[in-house]
């Protein structure tokens, strides 16, 4: 995927895509987390706090003439009930698809830069999950309202994961200087792999990459890495990190993906991990969770995962706003 970074001095074709004519430090549409810069994510954060204030009372009408078009091409629990409370929790409106290719009007499924030029037309906001890495940028490309990247292909990106999953970091802990192991199925992993992405924004950040050899990053994101001299270390032994780490992210590893199905325990988090980790370490996951992550740790104080899918509803209400603030169409 083409750079789309924020990049006010010259900014390329893709960039001239992807943000407003007249306002170039801004995201018009979100395909991919290196799109945000430190300050707009502070912006996103600070918004996000009011969300927190707005919900508790409720809510607001103040989008209630905005509608948001939900277009998932693969099954979702969290994402896309987050994304729909959010803008109902906003006064807007809703219309949604979990099934997009399936509810095609035509035998093949309809192309996907058809579809949004279409739903664009009917809503101000578009939410899009496509089985295809690259798939959310082909609709931001053709669509007349913002998009958004709701998780693209396997190996693609799920940038709104990543920043609800960096608010509930930024809630308990500052940002600079902080260890984080990325445990699971990380050549594949679009949580992962948008997190990786913004974690690099800040400074004395080490990443860890947790994972069986043959399932480790892709080295399109530790050239990126490189790139910007974030510090970082490829293991595949859980032992030898997460005596270290500030934040454990662990994330699924899919059953078919490992040779020995034993593979999958010798990366779980579970009582005896508990007992190795820092006292003040975080605990998170994308969440929905397999054998990786063991329901004894709920019941710990270091479990965040139910707290970062609450915050979700926060990070996507505050997005929205700026995503329709933000707007020309
Ligand atoms: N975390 C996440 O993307 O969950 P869903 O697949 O349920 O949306």
Request: with cysteine.
């Amino acid at each position: 995927m083409s750079d789309t970074t924020l990049s006010p001095a010259a900014p390329s074709a893709a960039d001239r895509a992807m943000h407003p004519k007249n306002v170039p430090m801004r995201v018009r549409h979100l395909v991919e987390s290196q799109q945000f810069t430190v300050p707009l994510l502070m912006e996103l954060f600070n918004r996000s706090r009011g969300m927190e204030r707005v919900v508790a009372r409720g809510g607001s009408l103040d989008y209630q003439n905005k509608i948001l078009a939900t277009l998932f091409y693969q099954p979702s629990t969290r994402t896309r009930f987050c994304f729909e409370a959010a803008m109902q929790r906003l006064g807007g409106k809703v219309l949604s698809t979990e099934q997009a290719g399936a509810f095609s009007s035509e035998i093949e499924a309809e192309r996907v830069e058809d579809s949004i030029r279409i739903i664009g037309s009917y809503s101000d906001v578009i939410v899009v999950r496509h089985p295809q890495a690259g798939g959310a940028k082909r609709a931001a490309q053709v669509s007349p309202v913002p998009v958004i990247n709701a998780g693209d292909g396997e190996g693609g990106q799920h940038p709104t994961q990543a920043l609800l999953d960096l608010y509930t970091i930024y809630r308990e802990r500052p940002l600079d200087g902080l260890s984080v192991a990325i445990i699971g199925e990380l050549d594949k992993g679009r949580t992962a792999r948008s997190l990786a992405y913004l974690l690099a924004k800040f400074e004395r950040v080490k990443i860890y990459f947790v994972s069986p050899p043959e399932l480790q990053m892709k080295p399109d994101i530790l050239e990126y890495l490189n790139e910007h001299s974030v510090r970082y270390e490829v293991e595949s032994d859980i032992d030898r990190v997460i005596r270290e780490v500030d934040v454990v992210y662990q994330t699924r590893i899919r059953p078919d993906r490992v040779r020995d199905r034993l593979e999958l325990h010798r990366y779980a988090i579970n009582s005896s991990v508990l007992e190795k980790m820092k006292a003040d370490a975080l605990i998170l996951h994308p969440l929905p969770r397999t054998v990786e992550l063991d329901k004894t740790v709920d019941d710990d104080p270091r479990a965040l995962y139910f707290k970062q899918a609450a915050n979700g509803l926060y990070v996507r209400m505050a997005l929205l706003t700026m995503l329709l603030e933000n707007d020309p169409s």
